[in-house]
Nanobody, 125 residues
């Protein structure tokens, strides 16, 4: 099993920045990829970014490209999401997730086996 604990988030004005962290523990050696998802009220959960645990490759949903950066600290088993130039439409609960099975980056939530507790990000206009 893998446990994921998130930190960061909060309230920020439009144009501001926040950083989310996701610390993995347990059987971290089984992780092949991790990702960030978000869910706004009344909307489906959507992929934001993903990073391969094997080769550090990343991908992003179009709406955050150039503003968000996903990274990982391999020694600490921590994934980060640096969010810059935040917009009100970025407001959502953000979740980190880990997969032990996928070999390519995935934006599909069902490809991820383990989930963090979620953290609220609110961007005011």
């Amino acid at each position: 099993q893998v446990q994921l604990v998130q930190s960061g988030g909060g309230l920020v004005q439009a144009g501001g920045s926040l950083r989310l962290s996701c610390a993995a523990s347990g059987r971290t050696f089984i992780i092949s990829a991790m990702g960030w998802f978000r869910q706004a009220p009344g909307q489906e959960r959507e992929s934001v970014a993903a990073i391969s645990w094997l080769n550090y490759r990343t991908n992003y949903t179009d709406s955050v490209k150039g503003r968000f950066t996903v990274s990982r600290d391999g020694t600490k088993h921590v994934m980060y999401l640096q969010m810059n130039s935040l917009k009100p439409e970025d407001t959502a609960v953000y979740y980190c997730a880990a997969s032990s099975t996928i070999v390519a980056l995935s934006t599909t939530s069902t490809d991820y086996d383990y989930w963090g507790q979620g953290t609220q990000v609110t961007v005011s206009s």
